[in-house]
């Protein structure tokens, strides 16, 4: 994980669907946002402390971990 500046907002995307994701990530980063983009729920959860988002995107369907359970856990 590339290192972040601390007055860059960070967020963190989460979607199961890759050309999602990508479309999201571009738009994220040409806007100015730190966003690091993973394809499932379950890993989230170990990033989180190591990015510290202040902002998380998430599908609310994706398959594995409940999406609104790891939201809870963050």
Same mark, same amino acid.
């Given at each position: 994980?590339?290192? @972040?500046?601390? @007055? ?8 199961? #669907?890759?050309? #999602? ?6 738009? !994220? ?7 690091? *983009?993973?394809? #499932? =729920?379950?890993?989230? !959860? ?15 369907? *994706?398959?594995?971990? #409940?999406?609104? =359970?790891? *939201?809870?856990?963050?």
């Amino acid at each position: 994980m590339p290192q @972040h500046d601390p @007055h860059t907002p960070r967020v963190l995307v989460v979607d199961e #669907s890759e050309a #999602s994701r990508t479309q999201v990530v571009e738009a !994220l980063r040409e806007a100015g946002l730190q966003v690091v *983009a993973l394809g #499932s =729920a379950e890993a989230a !959860l170990p990033l989180w402390t190591l990015f510290r988002p202040q902002v998380v995107l998430m599908t609310t369907h *994706a398959p594995g971990f #409940s999406s609104v =359970a790891v *939201a809870r856990r963050l």
